[in-house]
């Protein structure tokens, strides 16, 4: 093989293995910003139950202690 030949070989496989990378940044890049999104859901829906139970604890009129042992003590 000549030098032209075993250069463009080399070109080729590394044309190849950018494609190949370009490819996986994309889908990781996808997967990232679908993680952040479902975050970003759960936090505003964890939120919105904190709020819930200030609202619930607060109706009843009392808060229950939280290191309150069980009744069977």
Do not use: F, K
């Amino acid at each position: 093989m000549s030098d032209t030949s075993i250069t463009s070989s080399r070109l080729d496989e590394l044309e190849r293995l950018v494609v190949h990378q370009d490819q996986t940044i994309e889908d990781l890049n996808a997967a990232i910003t679908a993680q952040w999104t479902l975050i970003e859901r759960l936090e505003r829906e964890v939120a919105r139950l904190g709020e819930r139970v200030a609202e619930a604890e607060q109706s009843t009129g009392q808060a229950a202690p939280v290191d309150r042992p069980p009744p069977h003590y």
